[in-house]
């Protein structure tokens, strides 16, 4: 309040103009804090002639936006929030893709392992039983045919057939006590067996993974965004019905 009639002072000072010394008095004293009239400052300043009033603050406008300008914002918020939700479903694209090809990896490193065993079994029992050379034969056909295969079907459908020839010669096993007594023989039948379970078990996350992909990349509207990229359906590796659980190599 002091500052006000200080600056009302100073503007009196700087017109030039004059009040009376009855005015001049009241002022001074209102400034000291004491007015002998018994008024309020406002009531003692008003008939002053000559002084000017100045408010020493401004404040700042904020106009309102027009309404090309809201539309703008709008459309800038819209384009940010689709381009975080392209990006998310980019991205969930390219982790099933890569989950994907990882499973089959899983897949591929213990086919290769049991393709390995085979030849070993197939020494061992040739030494009991070398007069089945048609099983022998058909055991080393589909091998390599299920070597050779490189998409998931292809795959799927040799190891099928050289599954069912392993069945074969473990049932001319049987007729050899003595071959099913070799300690090589035992060996090599835990390991087959415990291949065929991890197949099993890394066929059936590869299938549930490529089930996911193929789900996302087949619904809207990450299809769009899926073709525009390159992701492709990826096939199921399955086996035969017949074929759904491990060689039966135990004895």
Same mark, same amino acid.
């Given at each position: 309040?002091?500052?006000? *009639? ?147 079907? %292809? ?56 089930? %996911? ?17 390159? *992701? ?20």
């Amino acid at each position: 309040m002091r500052a006000t *009639f200080l600056q009302n002072l100073l503007v009196l000072g700087e017109t030039g103009n004059s009040a009376d010394g009855m005015g001049k008095e009241i002022l001074l004293q209102d400034l000291m804090g004491r007015n002998p009239y018994g008024k309020p400052p406002e009531t003692a300043i008003a008939p002053v002639p000559g002084v000017c009033y100045r408010p020493l603050d401004s404040r700042l406008v904020f106009k309102p936006c027009s309404g090309r300008q809201r539309m703008a914002w709008i459309v800038l918020g819209v384009l940010v929030v689709l381009a975080f939700l392209l990006i998310g479903m980019y991205n969930g694209l390219v982790q099933l893709r890569v989950r994907t090809d990882n499973a089959w990896s899983d897949i591929d490193v213990q086919l290769k392992r049991r393709h390995d065993l085979i030849p070993n079994l197939v020494e061992t029992v040739k030494g009991y039983a070398a007069h089945e050379k048609g099983t022998f034969e058909n055991i080393a056909k589909f091998r390599t045919q299920a070597m050779q295969a490189t998409t998931p079907a %292809d795959k799927a459908a040799a190891e099928n057939q050289l599954t069912g020839a392993l069945k074969t010669l473990f049932a001319v096993a049987e007729a050899y006590p003595e071959l099913k007594a070799s300690e090589e023989f035992t060996q090599l039948q835990g390991s087959l067996n415990q291949t065929e379970d991890t197949i099993q078990n890394a066929r059936r996350y590869y299938n549930a993974v490529v089930r %996911d992909l193929n789900t996302k990349i087949q619904s809207f509207p990450t299809n769009i965004l899926a073709g525009m990229f390159g *992701f492709q359906q990826r096939q199921f590796f399955e086996t035969a019905e017949a074929d759904r659980e491990p060689v039966a190599v135990k004895f």
